[in-house]
């Protein structure tokens, strides 16, 4: 079982095998449909896309929600099924930005019970320059019965931040670039700033140069130094809107360190309510 990271090496070896699935993540936010009809150009064979609008969120309630709110588990366990997802799967997600969609994906399948998802190494950019094979055609699964655990301890709430804003053993991670984080140059949400008390770290700083993922030492050192003393299993990462934080999460489990928590609404759910402070 592959739960963390794998190679498009490995990959390309299962593509042929009828219980792994494949889905492709690629999204851009200013352009929501473009990604889309990239895949349908050219994607893994076997590979089925996972909108990031209408798949892996539901519509965001202005003043209410944050820009991406979880499906309900029962969406998900329909959505699940459909795609052909159930206990004996094997899921591979990727995307062309370092992971930063698809780990979404990856976290919410584990959120639901699945561990068998893995976030593919360098993702649609690697598996081109690797000249692996890619397709046109459309694959129609087999329908499943996706069967959803949710592991409740996981998702973290506003309330539950502002709760813990004096607890040492409760960390804050800000997975957004540092200039946003400062409330610098914020061009998507309509307040500026960062939770009290969190840190920065940025969740491109998980990759290397090429935009694949820095070996497993170096992720456990930067977030052992970021963590200090406190629990992993009590840290909370949070970005814009609940997506890229998932990376922050993903490298602390590749690296060893464990489980940690999402604060799904994020930074746009934060701000939604006016007597949240601000720093």
Known sequence: MYSSLITPQIVNEHLEVHDWRFLDCRFELTEPEKKLTEFLDSHLPGALYAHLNHDLAVPHIPGKTGRHPLPEKEKLKNLFSSWGIDGSVQVVVYDDCGGAYAVRLWWMLRWLGHDAVALMDGGWPRWIKEGRPVTAELFVPQEKNFKADPRQSWLATA???????????????????????????????????????????????NLDADGNWKPKADLRRRFENLLADSPVEKTVSYCGSGITACHNILAMYHAGLGDSRLYCGSWSDWIADPKRPVA
């Open 159 to 205: 309330e539950d931040i502002q709760n813990n804003f004096d607890n040492p053993d409760v960390c804050i991670l800000d997975a957004r670039n540092s200039d946003r984080f400062h409330g610098k140059n914020e061009t998507i949400d309509p307040v500026a700033g960062h939770i009290p008390g969190a840190l920065s770290a940025p969740f491109a700083d």
